[in-house]
Structures are given as structure tokens and as C-alpha cells.
């Protein structure tokens, strides 16, 4: 099983303009398919969100790539999880659109990326 968990709150960038909103992309980078699932967890509120999706090869039917959109961000520290039930490294591709309240992208994080900022 592959995971990836982000704390996320509307100064992750550290930006002058704080993060109102994301949208998660998931690719999947392999021939078969795999299940993944998109959430929130907040420590005070809970679950904010689950999406469940399947990816995999255009050939099997499914799509390579599922987008999430608008996912709000708000100054109180949440977790983004995302998890799939393959564990071979690299099997899926992620990038993270960081928004303003207006809609303007304010940065893009990507695994690697991501990575990084874990360590």
C-alpha cells in the first residue's frame, strides 16, 4: 500500500496571499490499475471529505488521471491522505494546485516536491 499525508492550512506556502482552495491530481504511471483514495481528516472536525476512485490503463477502461477540484483550505491545520493499494514505488503521479480565494494558482506542488517538504 502506497501513502502519502500532507498537513495542510492556508499558510503551507508562505505566501502573502493565503491558500483558500486546491485541487489534488492523481495519475497513475504503470500498466495495471490501482484503488486510491483521496481524504481530509481534521483533529477537530473529523472527516471532511473521501473520494474513492479506480486508475489504471486507458485500455482496461480507466481513466489514467482523476482530478479533485476545490477542495477548501482553511488557517486550521488538516490532513491530506492519499492512498492506494499498490506498493511499488513510483506508481502514481501527484500534483497539488495551491489556489487563492480568487482562483489564482499560487504554486503547484508535485511528489517530489512533496517529499521534500516531509523530510
Known amino acids: 500500500m502506497g ?3 500532507l498537513e495542510i492550512h492556508e499558510g503551507m506556502l508562505q505566501t ?3 491558500i483558500k482552495y486546491i485541487d489534488v ?3 497513475f504511471a504503470g500498466d495495471d490499475g490501482a484503488d486510491v483514495y483521496v ?3 481534521s483533529p477537530t472536525s473529523g472527516e471532511l471529505y473521501r473520494h474513492i476512485f479506480h486508475i489504471g490503463a486507458e485500455s482496461t477502461g480507466s481513466s ?6 476545490d477542495l477548501n483550505v ?3 491545520m488538516w490532513q491530506l ?3 492506494s493499494n499498490k506498493s511499488r514505488p513510483y506508481h502514481l503521479e501527484i500534483r497539488v494546485y495551491c489556489r487563492s480565494a480568487c482562483g489564482q494558482t499560487l504554486g503547484v506542488l508535485s511528489e517530489h516536491q512533496m517529499i521534500k517538504l516531509s523530510d
Do not use: D, F, L
Request: positive net charge.
Open 25 to 27: 491530481e492523481v495519475a
Open 39 to 41: 481524504g481530509g481528516i
Open 3 to 5: 501513502a502519502y499525508i
Open 74 to 76: 482553511s488557517p486550521h
Open 64 to 69: 489514467r488521471n482523476h482530478i479533485i477540484h
Open 81 to 83: 491522505r492519499i492512498i
Open 16 to 18: 502573502a496571499v493565503p
